[in-house]
Nanobody, 117 residues
Framework: QVQLVESGGGLVQPGGSLRLSCATSGFPFSTYRMHWYRQAPGKERELVAIITNAGDSTYYADSVKGRFTISRLNAKNTVYLQMNSLKPEDTAVYYC??????????WGQGTQVTVSS
């Protein structure tokens, strides 16, 4: 059974930082790319970042480039998202997934990030 458990969200002021974690199980984590997505109220889910299975290549949406960093620890089946210089428009529920492993049929509960003064 695939499990994706996101954590680390919270309320932060503009300009602040948060580090999200996503613990996974039920699939061979080290063989799959991992993605972070987010969904803001009233908007569709959007791709935020991707990391290759070995962690040697990353992709970022233009809206977060230079502020967010995706990383992974294969020994712990966990992917991270370091978010710096947060803006109110980063407010969303954040999810991780491995599309080729899950076919996006499985999702975690997500973790809420709220950026507000």
């Amino acid at each position: 059974q695939v499990q994706l458990v996101e954590s680390g969200g919270g309320l932060v002021q503009p300009g602040g930082s948060l580090r999200l974690s996503c613990a996974t199980s039920g699939f061979p984590f080290s063989t799959y790319r991992m993605h972070w997505y987010r969904q803001a109220p009233g908007k569709e889910r959007e791709l935020v970042a991707i990391i290759t299975n070995a962690g040697d290549s990353t992709y970022y949406a233009d809206s977060v480039k230079g502020r967010f960093t995706i990383s992974r620890l294969n020994a712990k089946n966990t992917v991270y998202l370091q978010m710096n210089s947060l803006k109110p428009e980063d407010t969303a529920v954040y999810y991780c997934n491995a599309p080729r492993a899950t076919q996006l049929k499985y999702w975690g509960q997500g973790t809420q990030v709220t950026v507000s003064s």
